[in-house]
């Protein structure tokens, strides 16, 4: 168990709907870190919140959104769905938002789109 | 535009012999340098790293070698064993691996499977 908490593990929705991924960070850990892994693809970055606020903007789609609670757990909303958005999702969390300290990945959840 | 590239999908080894992944950068910008391993079914997870101002890092049996001025990183793992099995990911970041940023770069991955 990495302490990083993802929910759910898997997902199975239509297209044209809106899911939610929720993810629960290392605890002391203050960012968070979505990232998508397609098929036969690398992780993408799509955006990191640090302690509530929006830090860093990757590949994110306008179709996309997320947000980070008081509590410091993270929200990736995913809307419109396509076939297309079927991949892995993975949230990561470290403690320092500057200098390097480790991401800490949670086991993802597996969303596909039929 | 891949920054990232590991250009070998797999990798097959015997067992207790040397293994040696690559990965190729394309951002002379990037200062630090990562390795993930990834089971099935579980998030990637922190193997070794190394910053743009040294050009090897070793821990235990994984070391990393830097070749800056080629842009190239490898991964050797020695001596290689069966759980070593899994997919590694190459990553690369700008200003400390994470810095002010936060984003990792990564590559496709490299799938190890170290045979008995």
């Known amino acids: 168990d990495s302490g990083v908490t993802q929910t759910p593990k898997h997902l199975i929705t239509a297209t044209g709907q809106r899911v939610t991924l929720r993810c629960s960070p290392r605890?002391?850990?203050?960012?968070v870190y979505w990232y998508q892994q397609s098929l036969d693809q690398g992780l993408q970055f799509l955006i990191q919140y640090y302690n509530g606020e929006e830090r860093a903007k990757g590949n994110i789609l306008e179709r996309f959104s997320a947000q980070q609670f008081p509590d410091l757990h993270s929200e990736l909303n995913l809307s419109s769905l396509e076939l297309g958005d079927s991949a892995l999702y993975f949230c990561a969390s470290s403690p320092h938002l500057e200098g390097f300290a480790g991401y800490t990945f949670g086991s993802g959840t597996r969303l596909t789109v039929v | 535009d891949q920054q990232v590239k590991q250009n070998s999908p797999s990798l097959s080894v015997q067992e207790g012999r040397i293994s040696i992944l690559n990965c190729d950068y394309t951002n002379s910008m990037f200062d630090y340098f990562l390795w993930y391993k990834k089971y099935p079914a579980e998030g990637p997870t922190f193997l070794i790293s190394i910053s743009s101002i040294k050009d090897k890092n070793e821990d235990g049996r994984f070391t990393v070698f830097l070749n800056k001025s080629a842009k190239h990183l490898s991964l050797h793992i020695v001596p290689s064993q069966p759980g070593d099995s899994a997919v590694y990911f190459c990553a690369a970041s700008v200003n400390g691996a994470g810095g002010s940023q936060g984003n990792l770069i990564f590559g496709k991955g490299t799938k190890l499977s170290v045979k008995p």
């Open positions: 605890s002391g850990d203050l960012s």
